[in-house]
């Protein structure tokens, strides 16, 4: 089993900025993937960001290049996802989710954390 815990959610006006954290304990939890995924209102809950917790290898979703960031730190078992730039349309309930492997569909995660609002005022 792998526990995932976000914080770090809020409201911000467009052009802002968040950092989300994600807390990882459980066993093994460092031979996953972790990713981040997004799930606005009346919307799928789509990928955002991904990394290898070993070798740091990271993929983003289009429409999230070049504004937010995905990191790990080893010593403190999170993973955060810089946010910057925001729009209004990143306003979603933001999810933490573990996978064996690389990928960025639903499926392939097995651990999901509650998840944390992000909320971008125009």
């Known amino acids: 089993q792998v526990q995932l815990e976000e914080s770090g959610g809020g409201l911000v006006q467009a052009g802002g900025s968040l950092r989300l954290s994600c807390t990882a304990s459980?066993?093994?939890?460092?031979?996953?993937?972790m990713g981040w995924f997004r799930q606005a209102p009346g919307k799928e809950r789509e990928f955002v960001a991904s990394?290898?917790?070993?070798?740091?290898?990271?993929s983003y979703a289009d429409s999230v290049k070049g504004r937010f960031a995905i990191s790990r730190d080893r010593a403190k078992s999170t993973v955060s996802l810089q946010m910057n730039s925001l729009k209004p349309e990143d306003t979603a309930v933001y999810y933490c989710a573990a996978a064996p492997r690389i990928g960025n569909s639903v499926p392939r995660y097995d651990y999901w954390g509650q998840g944390t609002q992000v909320t971008v005022s125009s």
């Open positions: 459980g066993r093994t939890f460092s031979a996953y993937v």
């Open positions: 990394i290898a917790w070993t070798v740091g290898t990271t």
